[in-house]
């Protein structure tokens, strides 16, 4: 049996996040508030229940937590384009990380005002908002200039064509 | 090295995957007595002994040296929550979520306050065991009968 690893490089983490299910048995439902187990990790409670490590086995039924934790960071679901995305993990993280809550399905118009409310007073939402209307007003910039670049690029083909240099 | 990368489990007869599953479940077993004594990456101390330093992650990779983030750390739930400083922070500088940064900044003060009061979370963890980044069956070598040969890429 080989293992490769390259030190520097490799972490270490908590029993159930380093044995509970490894991506190839994870399923993608749970990303959509689905936390049933998939059939792969089934087996593989299976498997440790066969060797006499219930312990392991445990550590696939409980690791949903750190799924969702380590595939929230550094994925980007925050533009308008993954408005459903975000709401559908938001739902699996708040039903996961707080099972008691049972959290509702909202919109979100309904988040945003709920979170701006709840965090109106962290000092640095001031600067992020600032930032964000920057944001803003480049996007509606490019959203004028880029289409009239277009036409006026199109135009420009017609011209050549109908002068008859192309 | 002997076998071939698992790519898609789909491909494999029900004998084969079984036997991919129960090997598998044979190498994690091995792996779980190794252990650590915190959440960070592993290095060597001014000795040449196997030690934990800081954490190894890419995808806060803003500098030279920035993939390596903070730690180590006494338990997950503190690694977690540093995350989350470290994206706060990369936020607010607009090095991070640059297209929506509001939205990413009030998930993440959401997802700090869901870490904080996460009762699994709060648990006591005594020792601490290798994890793979990226677990999925492309970095596992088979052989023909689907038993696992070999664990790749371990690293960051």
């Known amino acids: 049996m080989y293992y490769l690893l390259t030190l520097n490089r490799a972490n270490t983490t908590c029993k159930v996040a380093a044995f509970g299910g490894p991506r190839w048995a994870q399923p993608d439902h749970f990303w959509e508030g689905n936390m049933a187990l998939s059939e792969n990790e089934l087996k593989l409670i299976e498997a440790y229940e066969r060797h006499g490590r219930e312990d392991l086995a445990h550590c696939v039924r409980n690791a949903r937590i750190h799924q969702l934790l380590f595939g929230f960071f550094g994925h980007n679901m925050y533009t308008p384009w993954c408005t459903k995305e975000f709401l559908s993990s938001r739902h699996a993280m708040k039903s996961t990380l707080n099972p008691g809550s049972s959290p509702k399905a909202i919109t979100i118009q309904e988040w945003d005002i709920e979170i701006k409310r709840k965090y109106e007073g962290d000092e640095g939402l001031a600067m992020v908002r600032e930032l964000d209307q920057r944001q803003l007003e480049t996007r509606s910039r490019s959203d004028i200039v880029y289409p009239l670049q277009r036409v006026m690029r199109r135009s420009w083909k017609c011209c050549r064509k109908i002068m008859g240099r192309t | ?156």
């Open chain 2, 1 to 156: 090295m002997p076998g071939s990368p698992g790519h898609d489990l789909d491909e494999l007869s029900p004998q084969q995957l079984d036997r991919f599953i129960d090997t598998y479940a044979l190498e994690a077993i091995k792996l779980s007595s190794v252990k650590f004594a915190a959440v960070g990456g592993l290095c060597l101390d001014n000795a040449g002994a196997i030690t934990v330093g800081s954490l190894v992650d890419t995808r806060f990779c803003n500098g030279p040296d920035s993939n390596h983030l903070g730690g180590p750390f006494k338990s997950t739930r503190d690694q977690y929550l540093y995350q989350i400083e470290a994206c706060l922070s990369a936020i607010k500088a607009g090095m991070l979520f640059r297209l929506s940064p509001l939205r990413a900044y009030l998930a993440h003060l959401e997802v700090r306050d869901l870490i904080l009061d996460c009762a699994a979370l709060a648990e006591e963890e005594p020792e601490f065991y290798l994890k793979h980044p990226d677990g999925t069956a492309d970095n596992i070598l088979l052989d023909e009968s689907g038993a696992v040969t070999a664990l790749l890429d371990w690293e960051w």
